[in-house]
């Protein structure tokens, strides 16, 4: 498909460092570097703030090693290497909501070693979300976020603030989930890079600017035409993946990604907010029920039906994992999502991410997982 319906998304993703400088400029704003998508970025747009999620960017880098180990993932290491760089020096802030360790330690980090960071906030949060204490601890937390922030920018967040960052990221989110619906269909008219860019990049632009932009998209998609052949359905799983050269190559070799269980997808969007009265308990119990992390999928595994459904749903034929090398809640998750897959008829590839990734090789794994497949069919 190359009609350039989707070149916005793709623009802001590959100059995702001007956006942010000419909104600063535009807004007289701060941006805020966020780590993980459990931040609440509500209350940071409330406080009239742009949450920008740091990336990696997928180059050899040698600049980590001193501070985080080297077999802490890839996708730490080189966000590390960003904040090191001095490629997000705009950023006046830094955040963390409490993930696993080895982001722990990024973000410890970067807020030493980072010369441009004014301010910084650690947000502690349960990785038991399903404890019947964890969503009170959650309100206390967001609560003392939100007074950090007044704080930072020197007056009141009012409610009216609040519901109007609810309002903005529930809106992104419907809007997020409506184009992605598209992907139920036969033969999509939104692939799966296409659907990256869209989800990856509302993850650091403006919301505003971006529901502006999936509408005009939404409102073209029922007129544009299917240009290219659907190939074998393909889900993808795992942590954080903007590597577009790769989802790029997958859809080259006789596939179509449909959907997609990854912090830089789906888990980030799929669930709205519920209306109430008390904005900040609408957040705290948005972020405790969302499609978990399986940092935080204790002590059921909610995942593994999620993902599941979202495999039937979307009519995956088969799923492969992108496994951050060295990221342990993954990892230690893997066996049985894989199984509870396999044993539904679903069977999966497991490819293992870093910074860099060899795209020749993985193209075999992929050209000979197809290959399986159609013999599978034939007998
Ligand atoms: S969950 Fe895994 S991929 Fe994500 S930051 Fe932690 S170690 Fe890295």
Avoid at 22 to 50: D, F
Avoid at 141 to 166: A, H, Q, W, Y
Avoid at 230 to 238: A, D, K, L, P, S
Avoid at 270 to 275: D, I, S
């Amino acid at each position: 498909m190359s009609s350039g319906l989707f070149d916005q998304f793709k623009s802001w993703y590959e100059n995702r460092h001007d956006y942010a400088r000419s909104w600063k400029e535009r807004t007289g704003g701060q941006v805020v570097a966020t780590m993980c998508t459990y931040t609440p970025e509500e209350v940071l747009i409330a406080a009239g703030m742009l949450p920008v999620r740091v990336l990696g960017a997928h180059e050899p880098q040698n600049v980590s090693e001193p501070h985080i180990f080297g077999m802490f993932c890839p996708f730490c290491r080189d966000s590390l290497s960003q904040g090191l760089l001095g490629r997000y020096d705009y950023c006046e802030g830094v955040t963390l909501t409490q993930s696993c360790i080895q982001y722990r330690q990024t973000f410890s980090s970067w807020r030493q070693h980072v010369p441009t960071v004014k301010w910084d906030y650690y947000l502690p949060m349960p990785n038991e979300v399903q404890s019947r204490h964890a969503r009170t601890m959650h309100y206390g937390e967001v609560k003392k976020f939100r007074s950090f922030m007044e704080g930072v920018i020197g007056k009141p967040i009012t409610d009216l603030d609040l519901k109007r960052g609810n309002d903005v990221v529930n809106e992104n989110r419907r809007l997020l989930r409506e184009l992605f619906e598209y992907r139920k269909e036969t033969n999509p008219r939104v692939n799966g890079v296409e659907a990256l860019y869209a989800s990856i990049t509302a993850q650091f632009v403006d919301k505003e600017d971006h529901n502006r932009e999936l509408k005009r998209v939404l409102a073209e998609l029922p007129n544009r035409k299917q240009d290219r052949p659907e190939g074998v359905r393909f889900m993808t799983i795992g942590s954080e993946n903007d590597d577009i050269s790769f989802m790029a190559m997958v859809e080259s070799v006789g596939s179509t990604i449909v959907i997609d269980d990854q912090c830089s997808g789906t888990r980030y969007f799929w669930n709205e907010a519920r209306p109430g009265d008390d904005q900040i308990a609408m957040i705290a119990d948005r972020y405790c029920d969302r499609p978990a992390c399986p940092t935080k999928d204790y002590p059921a595994h909610t995942r593994f039906d999620h993902v599941l459904k979202l495999a039937k749903d979307f009519n995956a034929r088969a799923a492969i994992f992108l496994q951050q090398k060295f990221c342990d809640p993954h990892e230690g998750d893997y066996p049985d999502p894989k199984k509870h897959l396999e044993s539904n008829g679903i069977p999966t590839l497991f490819l293992e991410f870093d910074i860099t990734n060899p795209l020749g090789p993985f193209r075999i794994r992929i050209e000979a997982f197809l290959e399986t497949m159609s013999e599978e069919e034939l007998f």
